[in-house]
Structures are given as C-alpha cells and as structure tokens.
C-alpha cells in the first residue's frame, strides 16, 4: 500500500484561521470529554543540543482519525527551523498507514489557532492592546490568529534581540520594544512565545484583567512565566495530566490547574469574571 504524501504547500492552500480555530475548539471539546485518546507524549531528550523528539499519538473514533505527530524541537537551529515535525496517519480500521504529511504547517497553526480558542473563551468582546514575547515562527501564527478574531488598535512586540522585535513590528505594523516590561504594561492579550527556560513575564507587570497565552517552556524544569503570577491567575490548559507532567511553570510553582480549555468549552467549568487568566499551552 503507497503512502500518499501531504506536502506544507497542499496544506498552507487549504488551511485558514477561519477554520482552522471552530475545529480546534471541537477537539479540545473532545478531548476533554474523553473522546479521544491522547496519552501524554513521549519525549526523547537530546541533550548536547538541549533538543528534544517528541513522539505524539493520538485516536478519534468520532473522528476516524488514528495519528502520531513526531516532532523536533532545536532550540539551538539556526539555519532551519527549531521544530521539525511529520504526521502520520494510519487507517484506524486495518492499522496501515496512508498518509504522511508535513507537520511544521499544522503545529504552526494549530498552536495558535488555540490561543486563539482561549483568547476568544475570556477576553470579553473588544480587546485593544495585544503584546506579544518573542519573534519566531508562533509569534507570527499567533499575530495571524488573534488578528483574525480581534481588531486590535495597538500591537506591541518584544524579543530578547531588538532588532527581531522591530522585524517583526515592521511586517505587523506594532511597534516594537526593548523592555518586555514595557510591552505588556497596558496590553488586554498577551502571548509568550519565546524559547526562554526562565521567566520572561512577571506578575507586576500585567494589567489585572488580562488574558495571557503561555505557549513556551514545554519541559519540567523550564519557566516562562513568573511563579507569583502563575499562583495569582485563574490557569487553563489544554491537557492536565500533560500540565502537571510537562509544564514546569505549573509544576514549579505550584499553580492550581483551574480548567482545561475543553472543560469550560463543554460547560463543566465556568468561565472567571473579570480576573487575569493564563492559558498555559503545551501543544498536541
Ligand atoms: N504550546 C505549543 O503547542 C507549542 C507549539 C510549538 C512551539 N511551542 C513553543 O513556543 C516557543 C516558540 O516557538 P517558535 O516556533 O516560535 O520558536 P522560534 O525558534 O521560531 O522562536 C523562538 C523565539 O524565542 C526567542 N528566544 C530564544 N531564547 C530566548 C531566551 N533565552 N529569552 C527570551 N527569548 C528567547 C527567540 O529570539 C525567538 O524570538 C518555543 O518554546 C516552542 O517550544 C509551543
Ligand atoms: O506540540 C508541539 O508540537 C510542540 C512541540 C515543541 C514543544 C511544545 N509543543
């Protein structure tokens, strides 16, 4: 049996925001529900490059869908991309494999498509400033998905390099900053997207009401976020068994786990009102 390749281009012509972040809620909502079956990854550490293969299967009866994700994760790459990733789907009657596509595409969007879920779930109607941390691949995706849902009137970047902050704000019309500090202080939406083991967001620094989308340090022993703010904002994630096993923003400070994104989705938690909450994303 030929295994039909899926190439980034065929996907990148059929791929939108629009519905890209409806499907994606469907299968938060899912998961969550128990639908589908979707085990904490296996991560095989590479260490002399402080990298990481990520082997991700997943099954969706509902869906016919049976499918790992291997995905790499370089942090050091400097001519290629930092996340490799390929798809593998199998027929879930037979268990032989059909498909193999490109994974780069997909984890890009995907990934943003649910901050934007999130970001849509608790930031009320009309949110104006957005600030986003970092300057690589997410922090376009998530510029793109959030843009596709909100108009917002200001857009602020930062990264550790200047120089990639004002790239970025240049090609997003933000305007760019040099102080993280600075970038998030009147921002109602906040995305951190940065390859940093430590903290780059503090708690002091956030307006109280914010949404946060806290899609990097995805290792145990890795914080992007400030422990005094992971223990003050009302925290979501996409998996809470992944959370407590991956996330060391979680695991190292402590911070209760309020909901998974599916669970607020399917009405079995509610919503806050008018608190700061995080979404710390881990990926699938
Ligand atoms: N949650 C998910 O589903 C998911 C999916 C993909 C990627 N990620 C994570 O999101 C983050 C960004 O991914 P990407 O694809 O944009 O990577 P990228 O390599 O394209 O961009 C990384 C950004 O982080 C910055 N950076 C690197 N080291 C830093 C440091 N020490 N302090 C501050 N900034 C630093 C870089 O300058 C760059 O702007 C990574 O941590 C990645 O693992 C999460
Ligand atoms: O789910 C993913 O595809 C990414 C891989 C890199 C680490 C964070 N999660």
Known sequence: ?????????????????????????????QFSNGSVVQPVRTIVPVSKVNGFLGVMPAYSQEQGALATKLVTFFPNNKDVPTHNA????????????????????????????????????????????????????????????LTSLFSFKKINVWSKTLSNAQKLADEINGTAYDSAEMAVRDA????????????????????????????????????EIDPALMTSAVVFVDSRTAACQESGDVILSGAEVYAELGEVINNVKDKPKGETTLFKSLGR
């Open 86 to 145: 390929i798809i593998v789907m199998f027929n879930p009657d037979s268990g032989v494999p059909e498909l193999l596509m490109d994974g780069d595409v997909i984890t890009t969007m995907r990934t943003a498509a649910v901050s934007a879920v999130a970001t849509k779930l608790f930031c009320g109607d009309d949110p104006q400033v957005l600030a986003i941390l970092g300057s690589g691949v997410q922090a376009r995706s998530h510029f793109h998905a």
């Open 188 to 223: 109602d939406v906040i995305v951190t997207v940065t390859s940093s083991s430590v903290p780059v967001l503090k708690k002091d620094w956030v307006k109280p009401g914010a949404h946060i989308n806290a899609v990097g340090a995805c290792r145990p022993d890795w914080q």
């Open 1 to 29: 049996m030929a295994l039909t390749w899926i190439s980034r281009e065929e996907i990148k012509n059929v791929l939108t925001y629009e519905r890209l972040i409806p499907e994606m809620e469907t299968a938060l909502a």
